[in-house]
């Protein structure tokens, strides 16, 4: 099993940045991808960043330039780096590790873009 603890989120004005934490406990596989989705009400959850155990990134195409995603192995945690918040950018994030064979998510981190 594998516990993912987010923090970070919060209200933040139009043009304003943010930066989101998880970090991962429990059974850490050595090779292993983590990252962030986001999701509103009545819709689907939809990929931000992604980024595998060795440093391979993928990021969602409308959010390119605005977003920078990283990680420390050493202390099993993933960072979002958010700039030039949009209100359209208000979902709850989530945390996400994958060892290849199972999936796993964080609680979720409110993420408001509001004046």
């Known amino acids: 099993q594998v516990q993912l603890v987010e923090s970070g989120g919060g209200l933040v004005q139009p043009g304003g940045s943010l930066r989101l934490s998880c970090a991962a406990s429990?059974?850490?596989?050595?090779?292993?991808?983590m990252g962030w989705y986001r999701q509103v009400p009545q819709s689907e959850r939809e990929l931000v960043a992604t980024?595998?155990?060795?440093?391979?990134?993928k990021y969602a195409d409308s959010l390119k330039g605005r977003i920078t995603i990283s990680r420390d192995n050493a202390k099993k945690t993933v960072y979002l780096q958010m700039n030039s918040l949009k209100p359209e950018d208000t979902a709850v994030y989530y945390c996400y590790y994958s060892n290849y064979q199972k999936n796993y998510w964080g609680q979720g981190s409110q993420v408001t873009v509001s004046a």
């Open positions: 980024i595998t155990i060795r440093g391979a990134i």
């Open positions: 429990g059974n850490i596989d050595n090779y292993n991808t």
